[in-house]
């Protein structure tokens, strides 16, 4: 298991990194996640630049929407063990992975407020490195391979996809969202429409493949 190569000086910074809005709704990590993801974006972006001189930008888009969307976060935010010390409320199952994400994010915004970018950008670039290096070639999203892989196999077919209202409250819902090709479904929930959708996509993918 990875660690998080850095040591807070302050403790209440990271305690505050690591409390959802629905433990606490004037000191939690909402602040600090809003850092956390300009931050990672740059250093993730400039990092994708140098690992891939020869890509074009549609390329290292793809890249960069992997390696900081909701599921990289919540995978690297497990790997480290922040998803045991989150302080959160109750949420339901599809909100679980986005609210690691979203501490992964304060944490990481926590380290620039206290010790300034060098620091948060070593950190990300120990996190995540390792998994840019792991495709070989830019991965595409899943909503774009679904689609050329029906386009492939049905004549004029698309995917369809039905969402339904979102759940939850206001400030912390979870969407639903179903897809439908080659007579099969999938089913996936999300903090967003788009999440919830990609995620669908991706399972249906894995239905298809087998």
Known sequence: MKKLNYKFKNPKLLEQALTQRGVDVTCNNERLEFVGDRVLGLTVAAMLYEMFPSEAEGELARRHAM???TETLADVATEI???RRVRHGHMTAGRVRH???????????????????????????????????????????AKSALQELVQQNTSGGLPRYEYTEPVGASHNPVFSVRVTAMGHSATATGASKKEASTAAAAALLKILAI
Request: charged share 25%; net charge negative; no cysteine.
């Open 81 to 83: 063990g922040i998803d």
């Open 99 to 141: 609210v690691w994400a979203n501490a992964m994010e304060a944490v990481l915004g926590a380290i620039f407020i206290e010790a300034g970018f060098d620091a948060a950008r070593d950190v990300i670039l120990d996190l995540w490195r390792d998994i840019a290096a792991r495709d070989v070639t830019a991965p595409k999203d």
């Open 67 to 69: 390696l900081v969307s």
